[in-house]
């Protein structure tokens, strides 16, 4: 699975960036900090 990320991750621009989070918590606090509408 590893492995498939950076391949995955060439579809998108070039300014995007991956993240994996483990816990809901921290995905909304990185949205929040891109400038995403999080909402809960």
């Known amino acids: 699975m590893t492995k ?3 391949t ?3 579809s ?3 300014e995007y960036k ?3 989070v ?3 918590e ?3 606090r990185l949205r929040e ?8």
Do not use: D, L, N
Not at 33 to 40: Q, R, T
């Open 8 to 10: 995955w991750m060439e």
């Open 12 to 14: 998108f621009p070039a």
């Open 18 to 20: 991956g993240v994996v």
């Open 22 to 24: 483990r816990c809901e």
């Open 26 to 28: 921290t995905f909304y």
């Open 4 to 6: 498939a990320i950076p």
């Open 33 to 40: 900090g891109a400038g995403g509408s999080a909402k809960k």
